[in-house]
């Protein structure tokens, strides 16, 4: 997986535990097209504190075109916003 | 159970700072260069030419870099420096979060400064073991967790704690036991001490004391005879003697409450000196009143472009707490003192403090204090409420000065302090 960090838009359950789950989320190409990824498989999840800034790190697999594909949503909580960070 | 008697207290000092929060946020960010591994420093804006270094990365220090220093001078000894300006807000947060951790180990921290806190360990064994072992294990929970590395000093109180952790960085733990102090700290030159600053080391030089062992062996009553007090105070400190509690709130009572900028233009005509002390004053009567106090005493102080510095003060008839009140004293003291000559920086200082619930009037004073007071208070309280800028003086239109200057925007921003 190689650092991308790009920002997303992202449909996501917030769970009334607390629990979220990306379902699915676009990403604009450089010729200002969307691309839609659907969300197949949450692998792990975890909250980083780095410099005591909250983040929920998810890995994340999909099939993109026709190849399994690994990468990282990052979601930051002071600022409601998701970035693709590794693919 | 066995009882203990000793205390136990660590100090934990973030290595670098602000510029290691500032490169791990930018990891986390996504960024792939870390600041700490290339000559960086945080501190200003190079373009608006005030700034100097705040924090410094340790392949900057090789190129002899130091803190405090103007960014123009670090640039000169390194042309390829990186750069980047300080977010306090980002700071805060850090050592929030390291705060947040430390009192998983101990009721009792006191956060000194932004990147500095005691924690008293005594009596914690049981639960997290040997003091050393247990300082590891704060250090890397810390680097794991936050991403940045720290440096754990321990003692049997602050100020050995505190000197113990200034031994060898990045990432260490230090032991600096009474014991221990005429080897690892006696041979340590004597301007490593704490509270043992630019104007003492010269006057101890003639002394003939070079090293803080040479400070700890002389004769204590030769010392307060030439450094009074202070003398007594530096001469404890070199031989380990310091009993101050850690307190919880890091509360001192405030002696004074002051702002001053840089100006990013030199001051050449008295109207916008006004004006810049003006805004200075809006900042320090906010804060004062904020406090609860009213003050006594009004300074200023002004720096010119050849950076020679001098001040000026006056004290009142009357206490007050009203923006209006206190910049007419600025202005006329500065209007007294003034040269006439280009200005870079000004401050505005109150102190003497006293509580503004009851306080005596003047005979002299104008009519309509309550009403002025009444005014000051609706203009602070819709400034808290809809922002600094909601609410500015007419004359700052169109004047490129911001109608409030000085602080650094953020006030629970913990500030250093001489007092352990």
Sequence with gaps: MKVVRKPIDVSAIFYQEGVIVPIKFRIQKSDESWVVVKVDR?????????????????????????????????????????????I | MKKNTKRIIFHIDVNSAFLSWEAVYRLQQGETLDLRTIPSVVGGDPKSRRGIVLAKSIPAKHYKIQTGETLYAALEKCPHLKIVSPSYGLYVRCSNAMVEILKEYSPIVQRFSADECFLDYTGMEPHFG???????????????????????????????????????????????????IPKKMWPLPVEELFMVGRATVPKLHKMRIFTIGDLANYDPVHIRHRLKSHGIMIWQYANGIEDSAVRGGNAIEMKGIGNSTTIAFDVEDRKTAHKILLSLTETVAMRLRDAGYCCRLVAISIKNSDFY?????????????????????????FDEVWQGEKIRHLGVRVSDFCSN??????????????????????????????????VMRASFLYSDIKPLSGGVGQDDFPPMSSIL
């Design chain 1, 42 to 86: 949450v692998i792990a999840k975890e909250l980083e504190k780095l410099a005591g800034n909250k983040m929920w790190v998810f890995t994340c697999e999909s099939t993109i075109g026709d190849m399994q594909r690994l990468y990282q949503l990052k979601y930051e909580l002071d600022t409601c916003q998701w970035m693709l960070f590794k």
């Design chain 2, 130 to 180: 040997e003091p050393e072992a247990a300082a590891r294990r704060i250090k890397n929970h810390i680097y794991r967790e936050l991403g940045f590395t720290v440096n754990i000093g321990i003692s049997t109180n602050k100020l050995l704690a505190k000197m113990a952790s200034d031994f060898k960085k990045p990432d260490q733990v230090h032991t600096l036991f009474p014991w221990e």
């Design chain 2, 309 to 333: 510095t001098y001040s000026h003060q006056r004290k009142l008839l009357a206490a007050t707490d009203a923006t209006g009140r206190i910049y007419q004293t600025v202005r006329e003291i």
């Design chain 2, 357 to 390: 619930e009851f306080f005596q009037h003047s005979l002299f004073d104008e009519a309509d204090l309550e009403k002025t007071r009444a005014l000051d208070q609706t203009i602070d309280r819709i400034r808290l409420k809809y922002g600094t800028k909601s």
